[in-house]
C-alpha cells in the first residue's frame, strides 16, 4: 500500500504569513496533485505535477515535485482568509487512475 | 450544469438497514470512484469502476456493495450498515489518466 503523509496536520496563521505544507512518500507516484476542500464540499484539484523536479506557480501558490517524484510541497505567499481550507496531495499511480490521498492539511489564515 | 450529482446529501439511517447512495455524472468519464473520509483517515478508496460493467474493490470495501450499468451512474449500497460506517461519502469521476478528479458534494451518512 502506498503511504503518503502530510505536514503539518494543522496550521493557524495570520494574514499575510508565509506557508509551506509538505507531502512525502516511500513510493514513487507517475504524478501528483493538490485539492482543495471547503467545509460541506468535495475537493476541487488545484494542480498537478508531473515531472520529477517540476514547479509550478498559481497566483500566490507554489507547487514542487521532489526531485525522485516522491513528494511534494505547496507553498502560499501572503496568506489571506480565502485560502482557508483542507488541503490534500494525492499520489497517482499508473493503475486504473487510482490515487492515495494524504490526511490534508487544515489551514486556517486569520484576517 | 454538467458535473457529478450525489444524492441524498444528508441521511440517518438505523443500524442492519440497507441503504444505496446515489452518484450520476452528466460526462462520460470512464472512471468512477466512491471515497470515505473520517477524521483522522483522510480519503479512503471504497470501489471503483473503469467502465460501465467493470468494478473492483478498493482499501476497504467489506461491507459496500457497487454496480455501474450505466456509464453515468455508479450508485453505492450499504448491504447492512453499522455505525463504523457512519462518514461522509464522495463520488468522483476521472476523465482519463493525468486529469485529477471531480467530485460530488459528498452525502454525509450517520447510522444510528
Known amino acids: 500500500t502506498q503511504l503518503l503523509e502530510q505536514s503539518p496536520q494543522f496550521l493557524s496563521i495570520q494574514e499575510g504569513e508565509n506557508l509551506t505544507v509538505y507531502c512525502n512518500s516511500s513510493s514513487v507516484f507517475s504524478s501528483l496533485q493538490w485539492y482543495r476542500q471547503e467545509p460541506g464540499e468535495g475537493p476541487v484539484l488545484l494542480v498537478t505535477?508531473?515531472?520529477?523536479?517540476e514547479v509550478k506557480k498559481l497566483k500566490r501558490l507554489t507547487f514542487q515535485f521532489g526531485d525522485a517524484r516522491k513528494d511534494s510541497s505547496l507553498h502560499i505567499t501572503a496568506a489571506q482568509p480565502g485560502d482557508t481550507g483542507l488541503y490534500l496531495c494525492?499520489?497517482?499511480?499508473?493503475?486504473?487512475?487510482?490515487?492515495?490521498f494524504g490526511d490534508g492539511t487544515t489551514l486556517t489564515v486569520k484576517p | 450544469d454538467a458535473g457529478i450529482t450525489q444524492s441524498p446529501r444528508y441521511k440517518i439511517t438505523e443500524t442492519g438497514r440497507q441503504v444505496t447512495l446515489m452518484c450520476h455524472q452528466t460526462w462520460s468519464h470512464s472512471y468512477m470512484f466512491w471515497y470515505r473520509q473520517d477524521l483522522g483517515h483522510g480519503l479512503r478508496l471504497i470501489y471503483y469502476s473503469a467502465a460501465a460493467d467493470i468494478t473492483d474493490k478498493g482499501e476497504v470495501p467489506d461491507g459496500y456493495v457497487v454496480s455501474r450499468s450505466k456509464t453515468e451512474n455508479f450508485p453505492l449500497t450499504l448491504e447492512s450498515a453499522t455505525r463504523s460506517q457512519t462518514s461522509v461519502y464522495f463520488c468522483a469521476s476521472l476523465r482519463g489518466t493525468g486529469y485529477g478528479y471531480t467530485f460530488g458534494s459528498g452525502t454525509r451518512l450517520t447510522v444510528v
Open positions: 505535477v508531473v515531472t520529477g523536479g
Open positions: 494525492a499520489g497517482v499511480s499508473t493503475n486504473a487512475g487510482k490515487s492515495t
